[in-house]
């Protein structure tokens, strides 16, 4: 499976943007995840998509930040609001053969090249 992610920019803090992962024939049945590595720092886990549709958003991130997907178009999406410097980071859609999402960026199958977002 080749994940595209999409989407990032440079944004004024306060700010907003929508990033895109395309999963083609991934989306459904399966577990997707957004993962972000900030600069000096150890990827970890944004938001996650369960296959029975169940989303969760780190602690630190809710109600900023929101994860959906449409199994039609194969697509993951990651909403951010608000955003703020220390959210610049490199973005990662991740995808698993399975239908619950792991906490642990290794226990992932897939990975996508990554779409830079930079707050100032």
């Known amino acids: 499976v080749q994940l595209v992610e999409s989407g990032g920019g440079s944004v004024q803090a306060g700010g907003s943007l929508t990033l895109s992962c395309a999963a083609p024939g991934h989306t459904y049945g399966n577990c997707m995840a957004w993962f972000r590595q900030r600069p000096g720092k150890e990827r970890e886990g944004v938001a996650w998509?369960?296959?029975?549709?169940?989303?969760s958003v780190a602690d630190s991130l809710k109600g900023r930040f929101t994860i959906s997907k449409d199994n039609a178009k194969n697509t993951l999406y990651l909403q951010m609001n608000s955003l703020k410097p220390e959210d610049t980071a490199m973005y990662y859609c991740?995808?698993?053969?399975?239908?619950?999402?792991?906490?642990?960026?290794?226990?992932?199958?897939?990975w996508g090249q990554g779409t830079q977002v930079t707050v100032s």
């Open positions: 991740a995808g698993k053969y399975a239908g619950y999402c792991p906490l642990r960026s290794y226990e992932y199958n897939y």
């Open positions: 998509s369960e296959a029975n549709g169940g989303t």
